[in-house]
């Protein structure tokens, strides 16, 4: 069983999506980016390559800085759409990603660069992102 | 055998042997001198590791973008001209005019991730609706359907001016007009196939305004994309937040990503026609100062208000307290939105917006 949040976890969530064409419907399509999550206090990198998940790791600072876009919201939130993804197979309408975004006073979302191309990012591959915490339905999980 | 002629011009071809066969009688004898008139020869570009993809084939005399195209023809960037060729009206010719540095990679995106709506909508999700959600959702298909059908009007109108000298910011606009169709498809198939029909043609004031601004690329793309798109963007988040079924969050999910394109080129476009022509930036606030007021008439008039409004809350007793609600927050995070990215262009808003407009940031 792996732990949200851990690198294990998002690595094992990683491998469902990776494993399983059917789980890319949402985005349907090449993503090139490399995005970070923040989640209680901790950082990690993901980077797409076409129709893959190529990576995903602790960044670095510099590495941290040079993501295209950062996803970062209160942890009782995060937990709460990985949770409602379990019980749910895939998020409902209160938990997407552009739910979360739409329903924070600051977005869930920005640009460490403040650069509004790269911003916009997470709105150009938002259903890769999507699909991506969907598959962790998949994942056997408990909480930290 | 081919080698690149200085200034570029004749480059020795391979010509067919002429030695030994005669002509069939009656048929023209084929004289190729054609064949060695190139530019630049021997161009071998190899795959990247995204495949061969347009922007890979910026090298050499075809890489070279000049911030004037002096040429009104037809002629493909990097061909070589032919005399005498009378010119059309292409009008817009300078780089600061159309161009956006991400419009070939757009492009590759674009046509890479298409959807199918007649396949990829899962329409059988399809369920009957109260009569009163259905009915807001056809309004707000049919007016969305004029926002895209505006859309295509205006990029094909000024599209056809554009010279060849930026034909990857004309590729890319092809794909954009291409999402719009799309987008009308997607709409009226789901307004005709749950039981309720097209509601009313939208008054139209921004569109009005979209389409009558002739000024040029760069003032049809401030109200196309910083103001129109923002909003659009919005709005069609909104539905997705609201989906009633499969098939709607496919199609709002689909056309957010597509939209998203468009506001990436139409904002690069924008920056780079404010960075590289002096009093663009000037220019752009007299034209923010003249939309704003249209944008803040038809927010306050158009019949997407009490729709949507509807379809955030429910129905309609719902829709006058937290859809309501919902909507006017809604269009609060346009006006920060777009606040934020008038900044980020360097044509600050915020000391002028217009009251139409501001009224919503308490939202």
């Known amino acids: 069983m792996a732990v949200f949040p851990s690198l294990d976890w998002f690595q094992k969530v990683r491998d469902v999506y990776n494993s399983d064409g059917s789980l890319h419907k949402g985005g349907g399509g090449a993503c090139h980016t490399t995005a970070a999550f923040k989640v209680n206090g901790q950082s990690y990198l993901i980077v797409f390559e076409g129709l893959k998940c190529a990576d995903i790791r602790t960044p670095t600072d510099s590495e941290l800085s040079e993501a295209d876009f950062v996803i970062e919201m209160p942890f009782e939130l995060w937990k709460a759409m990985v949770a409602n993804v379990q019980s749910h197979g895939k998020a409902d309408l209160h938990y997407t990603l552009n739910s979360l975004d739409l329903q924070q006073d600051e977005g869930i979302a920005y640009s460490p660069a403040d650069d509004q191309y790269r911003q916009d990012l997470f709105y150009r591959y938002n259903q890769n992102f999507q699909d991506f915490f969907d598959a962790s339905a998949r994942v056997e999980t408990t909480f930290a | ?363």
């Open chain 2, 1 to 363: 055998m081919a080698t690149k002629a200085s200034q570029g011009m004749a480059v020795p071809a391979a010509m067919p042997d002429s030695s030994g066969e005669k002509a069939v009688e009656g048929v023209p004898v084929p004289t190729f001198d054609w064949m060695g008139l190139s530019a630049e020869w021997g161009t071998r570009i190899k795959p990247g590791e995204h495949g061969l993809r347009l922007s890979d084939l910026n090298v050499g005399i075809y890489g070279e973008v000049p911030e004037v195209w002096e040429d009104q023809t037809r002629r493909p960037r990097g061909a070589l001209p032919r005399p005498g060729v009378p010119p059309l009206p292409y009008n817009l010719r300078h780089k600061h005019q159309m161009w956006a540095d991400s419009a070939a990679n757009l492009y590759e995106e674009a046509i890479q991730r298409r959807w199918i709506p007649a396949t990829d909508v899962p329409w059988s999700s399809l369920k009957p609706l109260p009569d009163d959600v259905e009915r807001a959702v056809c309004q707000v298909c049919t007016e969305l359907m004029q926002y895209a059908n505006t859309e295509i009007e205006i990029i094909t109108y000024w599209q056809d001016q554009m010279s060849y000298g930026y034909y990857e910011v004309k590729q890319f606009l092809a794909t954009a007009t291409f999402d719009c169709a799309r987008l009308i498809e997607a709409l009226r198939k789901r307004a005709l196939s749950n039981g309720g029909g097209l509601g009313q043609e939208s008054r139209g004031l921004v569109n009005r305004m979209i389409l009558e601004s002739r000024g040029g690329w760069t003032e049809s793309a401030v109200y196309l994309y910083l103001m129109r798109g923002s909003y659009m963007m919005l709005v069609l988040r909104g539905l997705l937040n609201a989906a009633h079924n499969d098939a709607e969050r496919m199609i709002y999910g689909k056309a957010i990503e597509d939209w998203a394109r468009h506001l990436t080129y139409g904002y690069d476009h924008l920056k780079y026609s404010v960075s590289h022509q002096a009093g663009q930036a000037d220019i752009l606030q007299t034209l923010l100062t003249l939309g704003e007021i249209m944008m803040g008439a038809e927010l306050q008039e158009s019949t997407t208000r009490p729709a949507l409004a509807i379809i955030f809350g429910g129905g309609i007793k719902g829709g006058r307290t937290v859809g309501m609600e919902t909507y006017l927050h809604l269009v609060g995070d346009f006006v920060r939105n777009y606040l934020a990215v008038c900044d980020w262009l360097g044509v600050p808003r915020a000391e002028m917006l217009h009251p139409m407009l501001k009224k919503y940031l308490e939202y």
